[in-house]
């Protein structure tokens, strides 16, 4: 009991102490101040010092580090993005290479210029040996596009029902790329039907239309 009356008065002397150092103070001279007092002005102006620092030139180092900040997020998304495509490139160059496999395949199908006659035979004997009777075989204008050619033939022939749908399934597996479009099939006398479509083929382009094709595309 006798240490905590102890520990309290000296506690209370020196409470009365710094109390004292707050009397009678000279505002004019800061410098005579004691101590205590002295070092509360200090940390005062520290204060009011840093506050001034922070909203004339900090809190633009702040705009800046947000900044920079944004943009590591950013860079750090786009790091993981290609990292994604780092680990699954050598995937990614088999597929290339199935898909460039594919490409040449479909590239096969197309007959070159001097191919078409040939091929223009193909679809009429196609016809011829379903039984069919071609009442129209017309060829139209080519369309020359990027990197080929679409020829589009006006056809109308006559027959059964089973033959003409035989003759569609014979286009669709000639070793070229024909489709039918624009098909129509009307009844006729002793079931015999009427259809009429028109039969799409492509070409390669020459070298000689490619570079025509080039130069228009340039001309625009």
């Known amino acids: ?46 204060g009011v010092v840093a506050g001034i620092a922070w909203f004339a030139f900090l809190q633009d180092y702040e705009v800046q580090l947000n900044t920079e900040r944004d943009a ?11 990292l994604v495509k780092a680990v699954s490139l050598d995937a990614l160059k088999k597929q290339r290479e199935q898909i460039q496999q594919y490409v040449i395949q479909l590239e096969k199908q197309l007959p070159s210029k001097a191919e078409m006659a040939a091929l223009l035979s193909d679809i009429n004997q196609s016809g011829l040996g379903r039984s069919l009777q071609f009442e129209l075989f017309r060829p139209g204008q080519v369309v020359a596009r990027d990197y080929y050619a679409e020829l589009p033939i006006s056809i109308r022939v006559t ?28 009844p006729g006398a002793r079931d015999v039907l009427t259809m009429e479509a028109t039969a799409r083929t492509f070409r390669y382009l020459d070298p000689e239309e490619i570079q025509a094709q080039k130069k228009a595309g340039g001309g625009k």
């Open 72 to 82: 590591e997020f950013a860079l750090r998304a786009d790091y993981q993005k290609k």
């Open 159 to 186: 027959g059964k029902y089973h033959d003409i749908g035989a003759f569609a399934s014979d286009i669709a597996h000639l070793s070229r790329i024909v489709t039918l479009n624009n098909m129509s099939i009307t």
């Open 1 to 46: 009991m006798a240490k905590t009356k102890a520990k309290s008065i000296n506690i209370a002397q020196q409470m009365e102490v710094i109390r004292r150092q707050f009397k009678n103070l000279d505002a004019k001279d800061p410098s005579v101040w004691p101590l205590f007092p002295k070092t509360i002005l200090c940390i005062f102006i520290a």
